[in-house]
Nanobody, 122 residues
């Protein structure tokens, strides 16, 4: 059974920073690309960032490029999302997921955590 547990969300003022973490257990994700998605109320889940299995390649949505950074620690089976210069539009539930091959389409992923809420106040 696969488990993905996100943490680190919270309430932050615009311009602030947060660091999200995702711990994977029950299955090794060291050979998987890992990704972060987010979903705001009434909106479809959208791609945020992804990282290849050895961390050599990273991918970002245009809306977060230059502000967010994704990283991973395969020894600990964790992936992180460092978020800077947050804006109210970043408010959403953030989810981590993984699959063998990187994709920006949430429908391509089978495993999801429960998500962590990020709220950015103006």
């Amino acid at each position: 059974q696969v488990q993905l547990i996100e943490s680190g969300g919270g309430l932050v003022q615009a311009g602030g920073s947060l660091r999200l973490s995702c711990a994977a257990s029950g299955r090794t994700f060291t050979s998987y690309s890992m990704a972060w998605f987010r979903q705001a109320p009434g909106k479809e889940r959208e791609f945020v960032a992804a990282i290849s299995w050895i961390g050599a390649n990273t991918y970002y949505a245009d809306s977060v490029k230059g502000r967010f950074a994704v990283s991973r620690d395969n020894a600990k089976n964790t992936v992180a999302l460092q978020m800077h210069s947050l804006v109210p539009e970043d408010t959403a539930v953030y989810y981590c997921t993984g699959r063998r091959f990187y994709s920006r389409n949430y429908r391509d992923y089978d495993y999801w955590g429960q998500g962590t809420q990020v709220t950015v106040s103006s």
